[in-house]
């Protein structure tokens, strides 16, 4: 299996992560509200709103061009946490794109390392700090692993989906040391970290899409 | 869900321009959603902002011998970099800029990014992070203490150190004065509603209330029984006392209802604290009650104690003109 | 129950107790509840009371240039007459004092039969009674209109105009002429609880609100479906409107809470309410959004409309300096 | 059967009332909630409960001055509607008695018309306007045409308590022209006045008491 990303095709995947976060209004409120402040699906859903609404601009832009649109779109929407920090993650991503039309397994590869190094810097965090972080982090890991084996695409798609997933659910009994967690006595431990939640769901949406085309 | 508004989604822009009706000395720039000063003043700027929900913080801050601009993210979501900017923007004149923050990460990552961009066009900011709710650990490790309403204080403290003109420099060391000489404590008796999400982020008993729970529903640290204001005004003041030795000094008090706790109530409780400071000897300079930093239609207070110096006694007394705030 | 109290017999004299705390340049007399200002002026006097569940109203708006003293009721109920011949003599200074009443029977009995006991003692007394409620009908027949918000811009200009020096004669036409002039219209989303009684008065279901409701929990003229902020901007402007023709003038504005409804609500209020005004022609000169006149822990709003003259403009414009209300 | 009343027994019927005015918490608390603010249980009560700690001193008053300083600890502590009306009434009442040591029937009657006229003058009010005079009116006309008929003292008191009674249920349909009820779109309309029944509450009570003993 063979893997080619480009403006039309990531539209599409944005355009499935749209829907995935809107039907999940009810769990990862309830998660934020639990640990947090009830707010990161409505962050989350407002921001995959707008890429909606800017589709006939985004899917005309070249790769880069649009991650970067992408970026500040998120960033200026979005707000809060989760809108700076996938906010840099996607000017970074344009950075490593930079004027390539199509993204190949490796460079998907290099695009989320370069993702995850700037939610880490921006966030001034690491794994196992309970943050989305937890579940982008195992995915890349696997990923690169799995590359480096020489696994087929598929193969190294499900590792770098399972690597979410397993990473995500990790964040339940993690202490939170950011995010609005870590005010609690409990440190949040007990629930899992909703923006892990949301990553894992751009993953996972990732996957089966590339997956089935 | 019971609330006076339109579509959820634009609460913020229409509160805004709710704003600017009712105080035309102010400018909206929507889009970015700032609110500055319509007629400028040559002296450090004074920026800060947050999510939205805290009303009147922070838009209603801005005026004369306090904030310059303020910069409105959505509801309890911290404003993007891009509208941060636009605030540093419209508070500069010239002789830099202060970014008050209150400490959360998601404030500190869209302010810092903002600092960023900002320091590009070449103006100077500098920032300080508000930390002052006792309900949370003090930590080098994680994020650390939340700001709640003790930012109120920062806001006027340093709002008067830049309008005797002030530098950059001398207005931030006020301001850091401010932070270090100040502890809160709140808690909470019903919760409140995200306009975008329609039901409580949380829930109480009957009788249930909830001590040290933040600004934006953050759960608290201990869940009790409700509690009579003596009681209450012995919980919140233990705390504060304990983290901070206020002892023999004069103080700044601020006593903060969360937006629909009801100003009997605040002044009841203010009773109360009073009676406890001067038993430990603090002496009550100036006392604020009202509703400064809200959290939407939640039910609660918080109580705010400032130490006192000459010098910050007399920015507390300066004169202000803002729409929250007349001094 | 969730309320910040003691015992529920104590809410008003703690209350006071708290105010006094806050606001030092205010005396409190306790046993007849009445606030008043410690440095007493050469005019006027002016005294406005009722019963306590309003706050700010009414100790809020003593000081400079508004009242002389106000008079607190238990909770909803008007003050005696004991009490209301305090607040008279300490407004007293020679130059007679005016009665700012609402019309309420129990308020105009017990401050009728204050003035009689005033009178008495040769302090010349003066009454206006405020019934700025266009929710009831107008009525020589029976009680007729209640007072509400709309007194807050009655002391505001009676008290300008004592501040000039003025006689009690004028201070009245004043009074009268701010009557006049004024319309009030407000709903209610939730209902509040007496202390004394410790349930809510009335039950408005999970998407009921009540408009026309009174700041007693007395019902309103029409319960109804939630409604947006634009439509309830249309409904209480209609009634406004309907009863008195601001069309063509300038008019003072407060969008009023009553009590738990959040600043961010009424801002957004307030940005329909000014558009439906531009709209007939009527031009906001002056706009007060906040909570003035409440009703405990009521969630609602009234909107208040005060059509001005060049006379009443500069008397809104003038200098006050009160808990509540500064200009 | 004669009637005789002195302080000492006026406050053991004080005391009969604040007993009756106590239990009656929920309902006249509701019947106010409906067509007023709810609060006229909780002045009436706080008033009665006020009477009691004064006994000590009420009871070694004479009857007049006792009547003079019930009326002022009412009108001061209860405020509202009800404490002036009261207060008002009280003190005419006083008025009446004079320095007389005991009230017979001829004296309770002119006491309770005395009243009635207080709270009517200061009240601006008439019978019909679906106030507590709507109970103390008819209880004092039927007072007075039984001592006319020369009904005998335990007759006469029935007949006093029934026109109480009569009148408070007419204040149902009534239509309020005064107290808060005239605000509502029906004017209260299908609700009985709460002042009228605890007017009525104490004129049962007097009733009762006067019987017993
Ligand atoms: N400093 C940080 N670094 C990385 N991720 C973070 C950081 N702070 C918060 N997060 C992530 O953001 C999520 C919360 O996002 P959101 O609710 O949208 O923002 P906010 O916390 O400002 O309300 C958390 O669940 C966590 O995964
Ligand atoms: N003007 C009046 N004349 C006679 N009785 C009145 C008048 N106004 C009110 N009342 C009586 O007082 C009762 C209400 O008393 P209360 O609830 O204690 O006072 P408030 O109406 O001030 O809350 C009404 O039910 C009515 O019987
Ligand atoms: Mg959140
Ligand atoms: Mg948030
Ligand atoms: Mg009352
Ligand atoms: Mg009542």
């Not at chain 1, 890429?51 to 790769?63: D, I, W, Y």
């Not at chain 1, 970026?71 to 840099?88: E, N, P």
């Amino acid at each position: 299996m063979e893997i080619r990303i480009n403006s039309q095709n990531y539209m599409e995947y944005i355009e499935l992560v749209a829907k995935k976060i809107e039907a999940s209004k009810d769990y990862v409120s309830e998660l934020d509200s639990i640990t947090g402040d009830g707010d990161h699906w409505a962050n989350m859903n407002m921001g995959f709103q707008k890429l909606l609404e800017s589709k006939q601009e985004l899917v005309a832009m070249r790769l880069g061009q649009m991650f970067q649109k992408i970026g500040m779109l998120i960033m200026s929407t979005v707000g809060g946490s989760s809108g700076v920090l996938y906010g840099s993650a996607y000017l970074k991503a344009a950075k490593t794109i930079g004027d390539k039309t199509e993204m190949d397994i490796h460079l998907l590869r290099d695009v989320l390392e370069a993702e995850l190094n700037a939610i880490m810097e921006r966030g001034n965090a690491k794994p196992g700090y309970k943050t989305m972080i937890d579940a982008l982090y195992p995915a890349v890991i696997r990923l690169k692993e799995a590359i480096e084996k020489g696994l087929d695409g598929h193969e190294a798609l499900q590792e770098l989906k399972q690597g979410a997933i397993d990473g995500m659910n990790s964040t339940k009994d993690m202490e939170a040391i950011r995010g609005r967690a870590c005010y609690q006595a409990n440190k949040g431990v007990g629930h899992i970290d909703p923006g892990a939640v949301t990553m894992c769901y751009q993953i996972e949406t990732l996957v089966e899409y590339l997956c089935k085309s | 869900m019971k609330k006076i508004i339109n579509n959820p989604n634009n609460v913020v822009t229409e509160m805004l321009q709710g704003i600017v009706k009712a105080n035309p000395q102010l400018e909206y720039f929507s889009g970015v959603e700032v609110i500055a000063k319509r007629v400028k003043e040559k002296k450090v700027g004074l920026v800060s902002g947050g999510g939205s929900g805290h009303e009147p913080a922070h838009a209603g801050y801005v005026g004369k011998g306090m904030l310059d601009a303020a910069v409105a993210g959505n509801v309890f979501a911290s404003p993007s970099p891009d509208r941060v900017l636009k605030g540093i923007q419209e508070a500069n004149s010239g002789e830099g800029v202060l970014l008050i923050i209150k400490n959360y990460s998601g404030d500190i990552m869209n302010f810092d990014m903002a600092k960023e961009l900002a320091e590009m066009e070449d103006i100077r900011v500098e920032s300080v992070v508000v930390k002052d709710d006792v309900a949370v650990e003090d930590s080098t490790h994680s994020t650390g203490r939340r700001g709640i309403a003790g930012t109120v204080f920062v806001h006027k403290l340093a709002g008067a150190k830049a309008t005797t003109g002030a530098s950059l420099d001398e207005v931030k060391r006020v301001a850091e004065k401010a932070i270090t000489n100040t502890r809160s404590m709140g808690m909470a008796m019903a919760p409140c509603i995200l306009p975008g999400v329609g039901k409580a982020g949380f829930e109480l008993g009957e009788n249930q209330i909830e001590i040290g729970m933040g600004i934006h529903g953050e759960p608290g640290v201990q869940r009790t029984t409700v509690k009579t204001a003596v009681e209450l005004a012995e919980i919140l003041c233990e705390k504060i006392l304990a983290d901070y030795d206020f002892t023999g000094s004069e103080v700044g008090l601020m006593v903060n209802g969360l937006g629909a706790t009801p100003l009997m109530e605040l002044y009841i409780l203010n009773n109360e604290i009073e009676k406890i400071l001067m038993e430990k000897n603090i002496r009550v300079y100036r006392t604020f009650v009202g509703n400064y930093m809200t959290s939407l239609e939640m039910a609660g207070c918080s109580v705010t104690l400032l130490k006192l110096d000459d010098e910050l006694k007399e920015l507390l007394d300066a004169p202000c003109d803002t729409p929250a705030m007349k001094v």
